[in-house]
C-alpha cells in the first residue's frame, strides 16, 4: 500500500523561508513525477510545482523565482523549498506522486504565512 507522508509546514512570516517533504513508501512502478499542489480556502487546488524523471520542472506563475523543487530518487523523496513567502501563499499543500498512470496523493501539511 503507497502512502506518502508530508511534514515541514507550519507558520511563518511574510518574507520568511519553508521547506517541504514528502516520503513515499510502499511500492510505486516508475515514478514519472513527483510533485506539490496546495489549496486555500474557497479555492480550487492547484499545481505548485512539479520534477519530472529525468530532472525536468515545472513550477506555477506565482512561485517562479521564490520556490525550488528536487527529489530523491533513491528514497522516493520529494522536497520544495519556499522562500519570499507571502499571504497569498498560505494553503493546505499536497504532494503528489505519478507513476504507471495512478496517482498518489498525500494528505496535506498546512502552511501559514502571516502578513
Known amino acids: 500500500q503507497v502512502q506518502l507522508v508530508e511534514s515541514g509546514g507550519g507558520l511563518v512570516q511574510a518574507g520568511g523561508s519553508l521547506g517541504l517533504s514528502c516520503a513515499a513508501s510502499g511500492t510505486i512502478f516508475s515514478i514519472s513525477a513527483m510533485g506539490w499542489y496546495r489549496q486555500a480556502p474557497g479555492k480550487q487546488r492547484e499545481l505548485v510545482a512539479e520534477?519530472?524523471?529525468?530532472?525536468?520542472?515545472n513550477f506555477a506563475d506565482s512561485v517562479k523565482g521564490r520556490f525550488t523543487i528536487s527529489r530523491d530518487n533513491a528514497k522516493n523523496t520529494v522536497y520544495l523549498q519556499m522562500h519570499s513567502l507571502k499571504p497569498e501563499d498560505t494553503a493546505v499543500y499536497y504532494c503528489r506522486v505519478v507513476g504507471m498512470g495512478n496517482y498518489y496523493w498525500g494528505k496535506g501539511t498546512l502552511v501559514t504565512v502571516s502578513s
Open positions: 520534477v519530472f524523471r529525468g530532472g525536468l520542472t
